[in-house]
């Protein structure tokens, strides 16, 4: 019996449920603005998943730098979703290194 695919899978929805707090409260903390760095996070995790020798590993470490890359891209919808009422909204955020050139930046969008 192969429980491999099992555990990933497993694993992979606890990562994208724990993607989802992250994001609430990433937006609460810290701002919407801060996704550039949020996604070269996502991006080093997934080329270090690259270099991983175990396949379990391997995959979870993959799945959880998509996770962040998937985050930064909801992190303007979730600070609209703030404002609306909908989430918490917290005034004193930590502001973003970079903050006047980052709002100049397109948005990512999937």
């Known amino acids: ?3 491999f695919g099992l555990i990933i899978g497993i694993l992979t929805l606890f990562i994208i449920g ?3 707090v992250c994001v609430i409260y990433g937006e609460r903390y810290f701002s919407y603005l801060w996704w550039p760095y949020v996604i ?3 991006v080093i995790i997934i080329g270090v998943s690259l270099f991983t020798e ?9 799945a959880l ?3 962040f890359v998937w985050g930064a ?3 303007k919808a979730q600070a609209v979703r703030s404002e609306l009422g909908w ?3 917290h005034d004193r955020k930590i ?3 970079l903050e006047k050139l980052i709002r100049k930046m397109l948005k990512p969008k999937i």
């Open 1 to 3: 019996m192969n429980t």
């Open 18 to 20: 724990l993607g989802f």
């Open 40 to 42: 070269i996070l996502g």
């Open 54 to 62: 175990k396949d379990l590993l391997s995959a979870l470490v993959g």
């Open 65 to 67: 730098g998509a996770s």
């Open 73 to 75: 891209t909801e992190l």
């Open 87 to 89: 989430f918490k909204y």
């Open 95 to 97: 502001p973003a290194p």
